[in-house]
């Protein structure tokens, strides 16, 4: 136990942890190992943003894909899910109720819908920017090349959110098709950074295979990419897909990482996720709790986004729904925090 404690002061001292090691933390932690890295965690976080949680509208803009990952609803061999797209139309209408609410980034997501070439990305950006300057609009449209991103960023994208999903090759290549290559995703990663977006990798926690061995792989690939924003979130079955009879990960095991996350990246934008909050019903405040300091609540249309159905029952209402700003808000207060409609730019960014 006590060399474990020790482990945690060598991370809070910004000294990196062998592989071997963030394994046998993540296979030995208590209940008081985890106690004592979420108070550490809630200290620099703090430190760095004081009780402010930044807050992020997500607009899911298209439920078509091209890929299969094996655990996703909307993977492309799935004949039961719904498809939608939005129009330029009501994107530029989400945005705009988004800061009528209170948000200062928009998080543009989506399956890898071949509609959304740069042709159309590139004017519906410059219009999001135009109308709203203070704002920072994310991307999350999975890979595409680096001739594209270039493009997009040249436009006004500000931030782009790609999880790398598993930092070892192996249970990459066991998650998704043969014709998805993990080094096509790290390639993907390094050239959003040296474009200069603020980069957001991640992973999800108890997908199927997954070992304390790959996930400290996942931990030392942060270490090295350095990543802006990092997002993480259990895994949660779908129903329509081969892994509906597995289990969710874990919400302690998920709490646990956030809190490793935030102290060898002191800085990194860390958002409690929507799967967090699917599995617990206060899984948002306990990640705020573990180090996180982000919300990425749902601004997509209320008609699609049921359709966005990445696993089952994930949350779009109620305090995961956007236009419910104050319910979230008394969340965070209740537990020592206060929404900010800050944008939130990683330290060194921002234009
Ligand atoms: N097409 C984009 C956006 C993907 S959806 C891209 O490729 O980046 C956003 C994230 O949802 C994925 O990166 C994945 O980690 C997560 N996700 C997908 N299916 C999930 C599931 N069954 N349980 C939990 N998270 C899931």
Redesign the pocket.
Known sequence: MSAHIQWIDRLHRGEVLSAGEFAELIDRRTPELSEYLFSLARRVSRARFGNQIFTRGLIEISSF?K?N?R???IRRGNPNAQRYRLSEEEILCCCDMGERLGYKTFVL????DAFFTDGRLIPLIQEIKRRHPDCALTL????RSRESYQALFDAGADRY???H?AADPQLYRALHPPEMEWENRVRCLYDLKEIGYQVGA???VGAPGQTSRHLARDLCFLAELKPQMVGI??????HD?EYRDRPAGSVELTLFLLGLIRLMLPDVLLPATT?LGTVCPDGRERGVLAGANVVMPNLSPAEVRKKYS??DNKLSTGAEDAGHWSELQARMQAIGYELTSQRGDAPGYGR
């Open positions: 894909c890929n990952c655990y996703c609803g997501q989506g399956g890898e999350s449209l999975g890979e959110l790609l999880r999903e991640g992973f999800m979130g259990p895994f949660v079955p779908h897909t799967a990445l696993y």
